[in-house]
Protein backbone atom coordinates (compact mmCIF):
# COMPACT_ATOMS: atom_id res chain seq x y z
CA UNK A 1 0.00 0.00 0.00
CA UNK A 2 1.36 3.52 -0.84
CA UNK A 3 1.71 6.17 1.82
CA UNK A 4 0.87 9.72 1.43
CA UNK A 5 4.34 10.36 0.66
CA UNK A 6 4.41 8.36 -2.67
CA UNK A 7 0.85 9.19 -3.54
CA UNK A 8 2.02 13.05 -3.51
CA UNK A 9 4.68 11.97 -5.84
CA UNK A 10 3.11 9.80 -8.06
CA UNK A 11 2.68 11.13 -11.61
CA UNK A 12 -0.49 8.94 -11.64
CA UNK A 13 -1.60 11.75 -14.67
CA UNK A 14 0.87 10.36 -16.88
CA UNK A 15 0.23 6.88 -16.61
CA UNK A 16 -3.22 7.45 -16.83
CA UNK A 17 -3.21 9.12 -20.43
CA UNK A 18 -1.65 6.56 -21.73
CA UNK A 19 -4.74 4.34 -21.27
CA UNK A 20 -8.14 3.58 -23.06
CA UNK A 21 -10.78 5.29 -20.81
CA UNK A 22 -14.11 3.85 -19.36
CA UNK A 23 -16.44 6.27 -18.15
CA UNK A 24 -19.08 5.33 -15.39
CA UNK A 25 -21.37 8.32 -14.61
CA UNK A 26 -22.71 8.26 -11.14
CA UNK A 27 -26.61 8.17 -12.37
CA UNK A 28 -28.71 9.60 -9.97
CA UNK A 29 -26.18 11.75 -8.41
CA UNK A 30 -25.45 13.45 -11.52
CA UNK A 31 -29.09 14.51 -12.05
CA UNK A 32 -29.79 15.73 -8.51
CA UNK A 33 -26.27 18.03 -9.34
CA UNK A 34 -28.11 19.19 -12.58
CA UNK A 35 -31.26 19.85 -10.98
CA UNK A 36 -29.99 22.54 -8.25
CA UNK A 37 -27.58 23.91 -10.30
CA UNK A 38 -29.26 24.57 -13.63
CA UNK A 39 -31.56 27.64 -13.75
CA UNK A 40 -35.39 26.45 -14.11
CA UNK A 41 -36.01 25.54 -17.92
CA UNK A 42 -39.49 23.94 -19.24
CA UNK A 43 -40.13 21.99 -22.09
CA UNK A 44 -42.71 23.32 -24.98
CA UNK A 45 -45.38 21.34 -22.30
CA UNK A 46 -44.43 23.55 -19.12
CA UNK A 47 -42.52 20.38 -17.82
CA UNK A 48 -39.42 20.91 -15.91
CA UNK A 49 -36.41 19.73 -17.88
CA UNK A 50 -33.49 21.96 -15.83
CA UNK A 51 -31.93 18.35 -14.63
CA UNK A 52 -32.23 16.72 -17.66
CA UNK A 53 -30.47 19.70 -19.70
CA UNK A 54 -27.72 19.77 -17.06
CA UNK A 55 -27.12 15.85 -17.25
CA UNK A 56 -27.03 15.61 -20.67
CA UNK A 57 -24.59 18.76 -20.71
CA UNK A 58 -22.42 16.91 -18.47
CA UNK A 59 -22.55 13.74 -20.61
CA UNK A 60 -21.96 15.02 -23.91
CA UNK A 61 -19.03 17.21 -22.73
CA UNK A 62 -17.60 14.23 -20.92
CA UNK A 63 -17.58 12.69 -24.35
CA UNK A 64 -16.09 14.68 -26.13
CA UNK A 65 -13.49 16.22 -23.30
CA UNK A 66 -12.21 12.47 -22.58
CA UNK A 67 -13.04 10.74 -26.02
CA UNK A 68 -13.75 7.09 -24.15
CA UNK A 69 -13.44 3.69 -25.61
CA UNK A 70 -16.09 2.84 -23.31
CA UNK A 71 -19.17 4.11 -21.47
CA UNK A 72 -21.68 3.39 -18.98
CA UNK A 73 -24.44 4.80 -16.56
CA UNK A 74 -25.40 3.39 -13.06
CA UNK A 75 -28.18 4.45 -11.57
CA UNK A 76 -30.07 3.85 -7.82
CA UNK A 77 -32.42 1.45 -7.88
CA UNK A 78 -36.18 3.30 -6.12
CA UNK A 79 -36.40 0.25 -3.88
CA UNK A 80 -35.16 0.15 -0.30
CA UNK A 81 -31.51 -0.28 -0.40
CA UNK A 82 -29.16 -2.80 1.91
CA UNK A 83 -28.16 -0.01 3.73
CA UNK A 84 -31.02 1.32 5.27
CA UNK A 85 -32.58 -2.65 5.90
CA UNK A 86 -29.16 -2.37 8.81
CA UNK A 87 -30.06 1.08 9.67
CA UNK A 88 -33.28 2.68 9.44
CA UNK A 89 -31.73 5.99 9.76
CA UNK A 90 -29.67 5.57 7.14
CA UNK A 91 -30.25 8.90 4.86
CA UNK A 92 -33.54 9.17 6.83
CA UNK A 93 -32.44 12.38 7.09
CA UNK A 94 -33.13 13.31 3.65
CA UNK A 95 -36.60 14.59 1.59
CA UNK A 96 -38.16 13.08 -1.06
CA UNK A 97 -37.10 13.58 -4.10
CA UNK A 98 -39.09 16.74 -5.84
CA UNK A 99 -41.94 15.93 -7.56
CA UNK A 100 -40.61 18.06 -10.54
CA UNK A 101 -37.64 16.25 -10.65
CA UNK A 102 -39.28 12.30 -10.85
CA UNK A 103 -40.27 13.19 -14.54
CA UNK A 104 -36.59 13.88 -15.06
CA UNK A 105 -35.65 10.77 -14.04
CA UNK A 106 -37.39 8.56 -16.94
CA UNK A 107 -36.44 11.42 -19.52
CA UNK A 108 -32.94 11.11 -18.64
CA UNK A 109 -32.86 7.66 -19.17
CA UNK A 110 -34.71 8.33 -22.46
CA UNK A 111 -31.37 10.20 -23.74
CA UNK A 112 -29.04 7.87 -22.56
CA UNK A 113 -30.87 5.00 -24.38
CA UNK A 114 -30.87 7.20 -27.34
CA UNK A 115 -27.36 7.58 -27.36
CA UNK A 116 -27.28 4.22 -27.09
CA UNK A 117 -25.18 3.48 -23.61
CA UNK A 118 -26.16 0.78 -21.83
CA UNK A 119 -27.25 1.23 -18.39
CA UNK A 120 -26.62 -0.58 -14.63
CA UNK A 121 -29.49 -0.72 -12.45
CA UNK A 122 -30.02 -3.89 -9.38
CA UNK A 123 -32.58 -4.07 -6.91
CA UNK A 124 -31.33 -3.13 -3.48
CA UNK A 125 -28.24 -1.95 -4.62
CA UNK A 126 -27.07 1.74 -4.75
CA UNK A 127 -25.23 3.02 -8.27
CA UNK A 128 -22.08 3.64 -5.58
CA UNK A 129 -21.94 -0.57 -5.32
CA UNK A 130 -22.77 -1.19 -8.72
CA UNK A 131 -19.52 1.63 -9.80
CA UNK A 132 -17.20 -0.45 -7.32
CA UNK A 133 -17.81 -3.45 -8.54
CA UNK A 134 -16.99 -2.98 -11.97
CA UNK A 135 -14.12 -1.48 -10.92
CA UNK A 136 -13.03 -3.94 -8.83
CA UNK A 137 -14.36 -6.63 -11.85
CA UNK A 138 -11.59 -4.33 -14.39
CA UNK A 139 -8.52 -4.79 -12.03
CA UNK A 140 -9.59 -8.55 -11.25
CA UNK A 141 -9.98 -9.61 -14.96
CA UNK A 142 -7.00 -7.55 -15.98
CA UNK A 143 -8.71 -4.63 -18.16
CA UNK A 144 -7.65 -1.97 -15.81
CA UNK A 145 -3.79 -2.85 -17.10
CA UNK A 146 -4.86 -1.13 -21.02
CA UNK A 147 -7.89 0.87 -19.21
CA UNK A 148 -8.63 3.41 -16.70
CA UNK A 149 -11.94 3.83 -14.96
CA UNK A 150 -13.12 7.07 -14.58
CA UNK A 151 -16.20 7.37 -12.55
CA UNK A 152 -18.31 10.80 -13.22
CA UNK A 153 -19.85 12.22 -10.04
CA UNK A 154 -21.08 14.54 -7.73
CA UNK A 155 -20.49 12.79 -5.02
CA UNK A 156 -17.50 12.50 -2.95
CA UNK A 157 -17.90 9.32 -0.86
CA UNK A 158 -16.66 7.47 -4.41
CA UNK A 159 -13.15 8.90 -3.58
CA UNK A 160 -12.85 6.04 -1.25
CA UNK A 161 -12.64 3.91 -4.85
CA UNK A 162 -9.61 6.51 -6.25
CA UNK A 163 -6.43 4.25 -7.18
CA UNK A 164 -4.08 3.30 -9.68
CA UNK A 165 -7.08 1.92 -12.03
CA UNK A 166 -9.84 4.55 -10.63
CA UNK A 167 -10.09 8.22 -10.65
CA UNK A 168 -12.95 10.47 -10.06
CA UNK A 169 -13.84 13.41 -12.21
CA UNK A 170 -16.23 16.14 -10.64
CA UNK A 171 -18.28 18.92 -12.47
CA UNK A 172 -17.82 22.19 -11.23
CA UNK A 173 -19.98 24.86 -10.71
CA UNK A 174 -19.50 28.84 -11.52
CA UNK A 175 -17.61 29.13 -8.42
CA UNK A 176 -15.50 25.46 -8.46
CA UNK A 177 -13.69 24.56 -11.39
CA UNK A 178 -14.02 20.70 -12.67
CA UNK A 179 -11.56 18.35 -10.85
CA UNK A 180 -10.32 15.20 -11.82
CA UNK A 181 -9.50 13.35 -9.21
CA UNK A 182 -6.45 11.08 -9.06
CA UNK A 183 -4.55 9.92 -5.49
CA UNK A 184 -2.61 13.20 -4.97
CA UNK A 185 -5.72 15.09 -5.07
CA UNK A 186 -7.69 13.25 -2.77
CA UNK A 187 -5.00 13.45 -0.30
CA UNK A 188 -5.26 16.89 -0.76
CA UNK A 189 -9.03 17.07 -0.26
CA UNK A 190 -9.69 14.59 2.07
CA UNK A 191 -6.53 15.10 4.47
CA UNK A 192 -6.12 10.80 3.83
CA UNK A 193 -5.74 8.31 1.47
CA UNK A 194 -8.41 6.79 -0.40
CA UNK A 195 -8.36 3.68 1.25
CA UNK A 196 -8.54 5.65 4.54
CA UNK A 197 -11.80 7.88 3.54
CA UNK A 198 -14.33 5.02 4.81
CA UNK A 199 -12.51 5.36 8.39
CA UNK A 200 -12.83 8.71 8.14
CA UNK A 201 -16.50 8.99 7.98
CA UNK A 202 -16.58 6.35 10.59
CA UNK A 203 -15.16 8.56 12.86
CA UNK A 204 -16.17 11.92 11.71
CA UNK A 205 -19.82 10.51 10.21
CA UNK A 206 -21.30 12.18 7.46
CA UNK A 207 -24.51 14.43 8.01
CA UNK A 208 -25.74 14.15 4.17
CA UNK A 209 -26.11 10.25 4.70
CA UNK A 210 -26.88 10.28 8.24
CA UNK A 211 -23.94 8.35 8.66
CA UNK A 212 -23.56 9.53 13.02
CA UNK A 213 -19.85 8.48 13.30
CA UNK A 214 -18.25 9.10 16.68
CA UNK A 215 -20.20 12.17 18.58
CA UNK A 216 -17.67 14.87 19.15
CA UNK A 217 -15.26 13.67 16.64
CA UNK A 218 -14.57 16.16 13.43
CA UNK A 219 -12.52 16.13 10.56
CA UNK A 220 -9.03 17.29 11.76
CA UNK A 221 -9.57 15.14 15.25
CA UNK A 222 -10.74 12.13 12.69
CA UNK A 223 -7.62 12.88 10.45
CA UNK A 224 -4.75 13.00 13.26
CA UNK A 225 -6.09 9.67 14.33
CA UNK A 226 -5.89 8.22 11.19
CA UNK A 227 -2.57 9.48 10.46
CA UNK A 228 -1.28 8.16 13.37
CA UNK A 229 -3.25 4.77 13.58
CA UNK A 230 -3.82 3.87 9.47
CA UNK A 231 -6.92 2.42 10.08
CA UNK A 232 -10.18 1.97 12.12
CA UNK A 233 -9.24 -1.62 13.21
CA UNK A 234 -5.70 -0.32 14.43
CA UNK A 235 -7.12 2.58 16.40
CA UNK A 236 -9.71 0.49 18.73
CA UNK A 237 -6.99 -1.83 19.30
CA UNK A 238 -5.03 0.95 21.09
CA UNK A 239 -7.59 2.28 22.58
CA UNK A 240 -8.44 -1.32 24.23
CA UNK A 241 -4.83 -1.80 25.45
CA UNK A 242 -5.04 2.22 26.69
CA UNK A 243 -8.41 1.07 29.07
CA UNK A 244 -6.79 -2.24 29.70
CA UNK A 245 -3.25 -0.75 30.83
CA UNK A 246 -4.75 2.76 31.67
CA UNK A 247 -1.27 4.18 30.10
CA UNK A 248 -0.48 7.63 31.29
CA UNK A 249 0.97 8.62 28.29
CA UNK A 250 -1.16 7.28 25.64
CA UNK A 251 -1.25 9.00 22.65
CA UNK A 252 -5.25 8.99 22.70
CA UNK A 253 -6.45 10.14 25.60
CA UNK A 254 -9.08 12.57 27.70
CA UNK A 255 -11.85 13.39 26.09
CA UNK A 256 -10.97 12.21 22.69
CA UNK A 257 -11.06 8.43 24.25
CA UNK A 258 -13.41 9.18 26.04
CA UNK A 259 -15.68 9.81 22.83
CA UNK A 260 -13.92 6.80 21.43
CA UNK A 261 -15.04 4.11 24.17
CA UNK A 262 -18.71 5.21 23.91
CA UNK A 263 -19.39 5.20 20.23
CA UNK A 264 -17.20 2.33 19.16
CA UNK A 265 -20.04 0.12 18.07
CA UNK A 266 -21.91 3.15 15.63
CA UNK A 267 -18.29 4.00 14.49
CA UNK A 268 -17.93 0.33 13.50
CA UNK A 269 -21.94 0.80 11.67
CA UNK A 270 -20.83 3.65 10.38
CA UNK A 271 -18.14 2.24 8.39
CA UNK A 272 -19.73 -0.46 7.37
CA UNK A 273 -22.62 1.98 5.82
CA UNK A 274 -19.58 4.46 4.59
CA UNK A 275 -17.86 1.59 2.65
CA UNK A 276 -18.55 0.80 -0.74
CA UNK A 277 -19.54 -2.70 -1.51
CA UNK A 278 -17.32 -4.16 -4.50
CA UNK A 279 -18.51 -7.86 -4.79
CA UNK A 280 -22.17 -7.19 -5.72
CA UNK A 281 -23.48 -9.73 -8.47
CA UNK A 282 -23.54 -8.15 -11.35
CA UNK A 283 -23.32 -9.18 -15.04
CA UNK A 284 -20.97 -6.56 -16.30
CA UNK A 285 -19.37 -7.56 -19.51
CA UNK A 286 -16.60 -4.51 -20.76
CA UNK A 287 -17.53 -5.22 -24.36
CA UNK A 288 -21.04 -4.38 -24.06
CA UNK A 289 -19.76 -0.70 -22.95
CA UNK A 290 -17.92 -0.07 -26.09
CA UNK A 291 -18.50 3.23 -27.55
CA UNK A 292 -20.99 2.21 -30.23
CA UNK A 293 -22.75 4.09 -32.97
CA UNK A 294 -25.56 5.35 -32.33
CA UNK A 295 -29.07 7.13 -34.13
CA UNK A 296 -27.99 10.87 -34.29
CA UNK A 297 -31.59 12.19 -35.72
CA UNK A 298 -33.12 10.17 -32.87
CA UNK A 299 -31.30 12.46 -30.47
CA UNK A 300 -31.85 15.46 -32.37
CA UNK A 301 -35.42 14.79 -32.56
CA UNK A 302 -35.60 13.84 -28.33
CA UNK A 303 -33.40 16.96 -28.02
CA UNK A 304 -35.92 19.26 -30.26
CA UNK A 305 -38.90 18.41 -28.72
CA UNK A 306 -37.20 19.35 -25.45
CA UNK A 307 -35.78 22.63 -26.57
CA UNK A 308 -32.33 21.76 -26.24
CA UNK A 309 -31.19 23.20 -29.19
CA UNK A 310 -27.91 24.39 -27.90
CA UNK A 311 -26.94 20.63 -27.10
CA UNK A 312 -27.52 19.74 -30.71
CA UNK A 313 -24.23 21.06 -31.73
CA UNK A 314 -22.34 18.74 -28.94
CA UNK A 315 -23.31 15.88 -30.04
CA UNK A 316 -20.90 13.20 -31.40
CA UNK A 317 -20.35 12.09 -34.97
CA UNK A 318 -22.06 8.91 -36.07
CA UNK A 319 -21.51 6.68 -38.31
CA UNK A 320 -22.22 8.83 -41.37
CA UNK A 321 -20.54 11.57 -40.32
CA UNK A 322 -17.24 9.66 -39.77
CA UNK A 323 -17.15 7.78 -43.26
CA UNK A 324 -17.56 11.33 -44.62
CA UNK A 325 -15.13 12.81 -43.02
CA UNK A 326 -13.11 9.50 -43.65
CA UNK A 327 -13.83 10.29 -47.55
CA UNK A 328 -12.77 13.68 -48.09
CA UNK A 329 -9.55 13.61 -46.33
Known amino acids: MLDIKEFETLAAQEEFEERDRFIIFDGHALLYRAYHAFPELTSPDGTLVNAVYGFSRILLAVIRDFEPEYIAVAFDHKAKTKRAEKYEEYKANRPEMPDDLKPQVELVKKVVKALNIPTFIQEGEE ?20 TLTTVVSGDKDLLQLVSE ?3 VWIPGNKWVRDTEYFLPEVVKKMGVRPDQVV ?4 LMGDASDNIPGVKGIGKVTAQKLLTEFGTLEKLYEAVDR ?10 VKG ?37 RDYDKQDVIDLFESLEFSSLIRMLPSDRFEESLQEALF
Open 199 to 202: DLKA
Open 242 to 251: IVETKEKNAV
Open 165 to 167: DVS
Open 255 to 291: AVLKKLVADREMAFVSQELARIDRDVKIDFDLNKCRV
Open 127 to 146: ADDLIGSIAKEMRKSGLSDN
